[in-house]
């Protein structure tokens, strides 16, 4: 079966930086557009970073430019997201998607993560 794994969360401090894996199974990565999401309770999810099929062209969200980095290993079929500067507020549960479409505007993808927890606390 087709799956997304992610893994990496944790408890971390302000400034602190994490990394984020995403293993797939079931699937060639290659074959995909990757990206990832997160969602803080109350809130909707939202859009944090997306990469293409080759890896040579990233987008980011505004909140997160700058100090997070997306990336991925077609060859160990997984994806990445590097965060560095970590601020309260990119306290969410992360999740990991994948889809062979990409659309600016509104992407919603075919396939999901069960999500990792990142908590910023002192």
């Known amino acids: 079966q087709a799956q997304l794994a992610e893994s990496g969360g944790g408890s971390v401090k302000p400034g602190d930086s994490l990394r984020l894996s995403c293993a797939a199974s079931?699937?060639?990565?290659?074959?995909?557009?990757a990206g990832w999401f997160r969602q803080a309770p109350g809130t909707e999810r939202e859009f944090v970073a997306v990469?293409?099929?080759?890896?040579?062209?990233?987008s980011y969200a505004d909140s997160v430019k700058g100090r997070f980095t997306i990336s991925r290993d077609n060859a160990k079929n997984a994806v990445y997201l590097k965060m560095n500067s970590l601020k309260p507020e990119d306290s969410a549960v992360y999740y990991c998607?994948?889809?062979?479409?990409?659309?600016?505007?509104?992407?919603?993808?075919?396939?999901w993560g069960q999500g990792t927890q990142v908590t910023l606390s002192s």
């Open positions: 990469i293409n099929r080759s890896g040579g062209m990233t």
């Open positions: 079931g699937l060639t990565l290659s074959n995909y557009v």
């Open positions: 998607a994948a889809d062979k479409v990409y659309r600016t505007y509104n992407w919603y993808p075919n396939y």
